[in-house]
């Protein structure tokens, strides 16, 4: 029986996004698309990160607000965190080292990446949330520097979308 306020529920499918040409996953966590359930500009990505990997996202900026979180998984002590992560920002590449758990604001058009998860002690969760423009805006992202301008994710990454079964 379908509930009154089933309408604001989202369980969102396990999604995996891997490169296609060496099969890499990039993403392998849950991934939800306020759009499409609410009609609302919001996505949102978690996964647990269990290994080191360098994303191969370079240094760009779009014209939305995005959020990154860092949260250790020690559920009987929340400032456990046992990595090492370095993120750049801005048009300088200032190197960030974060080592507890964090949240990054990265207000549309701030400069940032590449971001390397370089340390694994026991396992992370990284949260993502882009909050793409309220006013019909497409939402960019683009490459900052020249040598990146053709760096683009369309047709590079297979995403898979495997929804939850109860």
């Known amino acids: 029986m379908a509930g009154k306020y089933d309408r604001y529920v989202l369980q969102p499918p396990h999604t995996t996004m891997t490169t ?13 698309k306020g759009l499409e359930q609410w009609g609302e500009p919001m996505n949102m990505g978690l996964q647990i990160i269990s290994r080191p990997f360098r994303s191969d996202n370079p240094t760009h900026l779009h014209n939305f607000q995005e959020y990154l979180a860092w949260y250790g998984t ?46 694994v002690g026991s396992p992370i969760i990284q949260l993502e949330i882009m909050l793409p423009p ?33």
Do not use: W
Not at 20 to 32: E, L, P, Q, R
Not at 77 to 87: G, K, M, Q
Not at 95 to 101: A, G, Y
């Open 134 to 166: 309220c006013d019909g805006t497409t939402p960019t992202r683009e490459p900052y520097f020249d040598e990146d301008k053709e760096f683009t994710t369309e047709g590079a990454v297979e995403i898979v979308r495997t929804p939850i079964v109860k």
């Open 74 to 119: 020690n559920p009987d002590d929340p400032t456990d965190f046992d990595a090492e992560i370095v993120i750049y920002l801005g048009e300088e590449l200032e190197e960030h080292i974060i080592t507890q758990p964090t949240v990054l604001s990265l207000p549309p058009g701030l400069v940032h990446c590449p971001l390397e998860i370089k340390r």
């Open 20 to 32: 296609k040409g060496d099969g890499t996953v990039i993403f392998n966590g849950i991934f939800a």
